[in-house]
């Protein structure tokens, strides 16, 4: 019955705070399974932990979370929501902002709603050195619970908008990531050892400041098991260039490749399928 009703004050709220809890790291698996299926990070290590459901994240390890994102896009079945427990934090600077991609979406220009809700983008996990995980996602997705639309791109994993040129990507794709950290649709917290915090991935992205010195530890429990709605069906085919047409097809490189792994899967399926 709590976990319902955090549920919904979280759908209303899309972020949730709970200062002074330093839980174990048992105790924190065992509250992420309320929700969920657990899944620690695919391609990033713990520097300390070995709880294989926790994904923790050191400063002195690199573990800086300084670009807008949501979590693990570059998967078909990206994140529902995640449990974040600042283990340890500075006295001062490394504060966590939140940024709600309802109200980006719905304070875009009807014209440019209308544009957004025909088009896919292209995920994938290069930040993590793995540029062969990638997904397609539509840019406007359908939240399962509310039905609201909302943006569905980032700066972090999101590669390129599938529908339109290279250079036409750049241009709506840079506008859509800066809209989207305008500050009247963010929260910012700044952090206290202890603290935990619970948030929407299918609805908001996040942003850790890199304005710190010292050591800042979190550990994280993700749950899973989400296949983003499009608001709409794609309404044009992919723009992709095959190699030689020129040297800025280059540029078209990443998305063939992965329309070439769809295709190869498609007719995998197809072939096992036959009698």
């Known amino acids: 019955m709590e976990a319902e009703q955090i549920l919904s004050l979280l759908t209303q709220h899309l972020v949730l705070f709970f200062p002074d809890q330093s839980i174990t790291p048992e105790e924190h698996i065992a509250f992420g399974r309320h929700f969920g299926q657990l899944e620690g990070h695919p391609n990033l290590r713990n520097p300390f932990s070995d709880q294989s459901e926790i994904f923790e994240l050191a400063a002195s390890s690199g573990g800086i979370a300084d670009e807008w994102h949501s979590d693990i896009t570059f998967r078909s079945q990206p994140s529902i929501l995640a449990i974040l427990h600042m283990v340890k934090c500075p006295e001062v600077g490394g504060d966590t902002m939140w940024t709600n991609a309802y109200k980006a979406y719905d304070e875009l ?43 569905f791109v980032n700066e972090h994993f999101t590669r390129r908008i599938v529908e339109l040129s290279h250079e036409e990507s750049e241009l709506l794709l840079g506008h859509l990531t800066r809209w989207m950290s305008s500050p009247r649709f963010t929260v910012r917290r700044r952090w206290s050892e202890g603290t935990v915090a619970m948030w929407d991935n299918r609805c908001t992205q996040h942003f850790v400041l890199n304005d710190f010195e010292g050591e800042r530890i979190i550990q994280r429990v993700t749950v899973m098991g989400d296949i983003p709605e499009a608001a709409s069906p794609p309404r044009w085919a992919p723009y992709a260039r095959i190699r030689g047409g020129g040297a800025t097809s280059r540029f078209d490189f990443q998305l063939n490749r992965f329309l070439g792994q769809q295709a190869k899967s498609l007719e995998s399926n197809r072939k096992s399928d036959d009698p």
């Open 109 to 151: 220009s009807p014209p440019l709603q209308e544009l957004c809700e025909g088009l896919t983008a292209l995920h994938d996990a290069t930040p993590h050195g793995k540029p062969e995980e990638m997904t397609i996602h539509p840019v406007v997705r359908i939240h399962p619970v509310t039905k609201r639309k909302s943006l």
